[in-house]
T-cell receptor
Framework: DAKTTQPPSMDCAEGRAANLPCNHS???????VYWYRQIHSQGPQYIIH???NNETNEMASLIITEDRKSSTLILPHATLRDTAVYYC?????????????FGQGTELSVKP | KAGVTQTPRYLIKTRGQQVTLSCSPI?????VSWYQQTPGQGLQFLFE???????NKGNFPGRFSGRQFSNSRSEMNVSTLELGDSALYLC?????????????FGPGTRLTVL
């Protein structure tokens, strides 16, 4: 079963920051948090991942709380093309199999 | 570098038939994972192959099988198709099956079973 809980849907105004929350209270010390998004039945697109430090790349920032029980994905300037389902995933450790266990995700709608 | 490719992109079969789907990973990637996506169950892990060996398997019946070739290309096979097998089948590749090597997904194969 997925180890993450996300709100089913969120809205964001175009040009504003989109902050997508994720709870993963049962995460283990060596499990990574991954974020993917899926645009209308295309293959999921990798966004970012992290273990315990905050991470930033050209697409987004990932903020992980100190206790690692929750995280937030930040899209700094959302555009209409960011409308998608966003999946927060706690990836199994290598010894457990390293699988990505997807939950239901958050459907983000970016509105003009 | 070319991304993950999957063929065919669309497929229509009838109940009882079998189907084979193909996945070519990103060049240099040795691990290939397969997922099934349906509206009711979401994205579910099927299996993973690494160095031509099945390393991991999800909770699917034996009708679902796969294999990996020496060039890391992978195929999955579904025998005795059922209506519930209609889904988007996704393949993902990564350099190695570690928890830090990112999996990159292909566009998927849309299978419709009539």
């Amino acid at each position: 079963d997925a180890k993450t809980t996300q709100p089913p849907s969120m809205d964001c105004a175009e040009g504003r920051a989109a902050n997508l929350p994720c709870n993963h209270s049962t995460i283990s010390g060596n499990e990574y948090v991954y974020w993917y998004r899926q645009i209308h039945s295309q293959g999921p697109q990798y966004i970012i991942h992290g273990l315990k430090n905050n991470e930033t790349n050209e697409m987004a920032s990932l903020i992980i709380t100190e206790d690692r029980k929750s995280s937030t994905l930040i899209l700094p300037h959302a555009t209409l093309r960011d409308t998608a389902v966003y999946y927060c995933i706690v990836r199994e450790s290598y010894n457990q199999g390293g699988k990505l266990i997807f939950g239901q995700g958050t459907e983000l709608s970016v509105k003009p | 570098k070319a991304g993950v490719t999957q063929t065919p992109r669309y497929l229509i079969k009838t109940r009882g038939q079998q189907v084979t789907l193909s996945c070519s990973p990103i060049s240099g990637h040795r691990s290939v994972s397969w997922y099934q996506q349906t509206p009711g169950q979401g994205l579910q892990f099927l299996f993973e192959y690494f160095s031509e060996t099945q390393r991991n398997k999800g909770n699917f019946p034996g009708r679902f099988s796969g294999r990996q070739f020496s060039n890391s290309r992978s195929e999955m096979n579904v025998s005795t198709l059922e209506l519930g097998d209609s889904a988007l089948y996704l393949c993902a590749s990564s350099p190695d099956p570690t928890s830090t090597d990112t999996q990159y997904f292909g566009p998927g194969t849309r299978l419709t079973v009539l």
